[in-house]
């Protein structure tokens, strides 16, 4: 599950990444036709989304801990940690039409492990949660790793979770388990950058553990004078 990142491919990845955001944002500012609002809270984080009637409403989240199976790794113990909120419009881009930030954005962290049965030996890692996005009980988030076990400070990873409920269980599923390859210039594969909010299916079962996502329609900016 874990690997470890070639400088050379770091670049590409930078290099793309910073064009794919690009692109995103004139995506966004296309749909919604506007600028999003300004930020109530300049400090970085912001208050619940407003209802109709003008009370607080719960903001989207994802919490809880789980162990997945994992197909290519059958015997392994691999478990993900994920607490993450919603925080609409704090997450800034200077000198761009997104300059107060994304319906998206969110905070929070995410830590995850895997012993390998093999070997005995347990790698682990920790990330700061950028994105969020729900619907029903199925959620989509990223997060940049700040700490890590095989060296990949700096990626941003995608998770997607499934809170399941009943007979039908929870399930999780990571940008780096499968999928993700793009061919570059030379011809070599290579895992492409995570894009804000980007994530697989939630393709592994949870074993133990389990998730609750509480959903909310995305905030839309408002207009002035609105």
Not at 38 to 52: F, I, L, R
Not at 162 to 185: I, K, M, P, T
Not at 203 to 213: I, N, Q
């Amino acid at each position: 599950m874990f690997r470890i990142r070639t400088s050379a491919r770091v670049s590409v990845r930078a290099a793309r990444g910073a064009a794919a955001a690009g692109l995103a944002l004139a995506a966004l500012t296309a749909l919604t036709g506007i600028a999003p609002a300004s930020a109530t809270d300049t400090s970085g984080t912001s208050g619940p989304s407003a209802q109709q009637d003008g009370r607080p409403g719960r903001p989207a989240s994802v919490s809880g801990t789980a162990r997945i199976s994992y197909a290519f790794s059958p015997n392994d113990e691999i478990w993900f940690t994920v607490d993450a909120q919603a925080v609409p419009y704090t997450h800034r881009f200077p000198g761009t039409k997104a300059a107060e930030g994304l319906p998206t954005d969110a905070r929070g962290s995410v830590r995850y492990s895997h012993r390998d049965s093999s070997t005995g030996k347990t790698y682990s890692a920790e990330a700061e949660v950028d994105c969020l996005s729900t619907g029903g009980p199925v959620a989509t988030l990223t997060a940049v790793v700040t700490r890590s076990d095989v060296g990949n400070v700096g990626e941003r990873i995608g998770l997607s979770v499934y809170q399941g409920g009943g007979r039908e269980g929870g399930r999780l599923g990571f940008s780096w388990g499968v999928g993700n390859l793009d061919v570059g210039a030379d011809g070599k594969l290579y895992q492409p950058v995570v894009g804000t909010c980007m994530a697989p299916a939630p393709f592994a079962p949870v074993l133990r553990g389990g998730f609750t996502v509480h959903h909310t329609e995305l905030e839309v900016p408002k207009t002035a004078g609105q």
